[in-house]
């Protein structure tokens, strides 16, 4: 039986599920480039002394109610990649609220952003 909390990490998942469609539906249409080994891969980025640091950590390892990535994906258009920026609540913790902590992630997760030139996508998954 399981008691803790299931981490909100099928995002990362579910980019590169639908870039594998991507990619068939391409090749399907007469494409003829090949998909990449490496067509997705993801950093967390977390707050260490109030500054984004990307972090290599096992899942669920979050403890306020938004987790954020740096996540890289090569699609057909992009097929030597593109970054962007990830930004997702999780509704397992505290129903997904927006809260103090989570407003300063969101807020330094859109600086880094900004500062690197990448698209920031924020995945609002929350009970309200």
């Excluded at 299931?6 to 870039?19: D, Q």
């Excluded at 067509?39 to 972090?55: A, M, N, Q, R």
């Excluded at 809260?99 to 698209?119: H, I, M, N, T, W």
Aim: hydrophobic share 35%.
């Amino acid at each position: 039986m399981f008691f803790g909390r299931v981490p909100s990490y099928p995002f990362p998942g579910m980019l590169k599920i639908e870039l594998i469609k991507k990619w068939a539906e391409y090749q399907d249409c007469g494409g003829t480039r090949n998909m990449p080994s490496k067509i997705f891969s993801s950093t967390e980025l977390v707050l260490v002394d109030g500054e984004i640091k990307e972090i290599e950590r096992e899942p669920g390892q979050h403890n306020i109610g938004m987790i954020t990535w740096r996540c890289h994906l090569c699609s057909p258009e992009y097929p030597e990649g593109r970054d962007i920026v990830l930004i997702a609540n999780d509704v397992t913790h505290k129903a997904g609220s927006f809260g103090v902590d989570e407003a300063v992630l969101f807020q330094k997760a859109s600086a880094y952003a900004r500062e690197k030139g990448l698209p920031r996508i924020h995945i609002a998954c929350n009970s309200g």
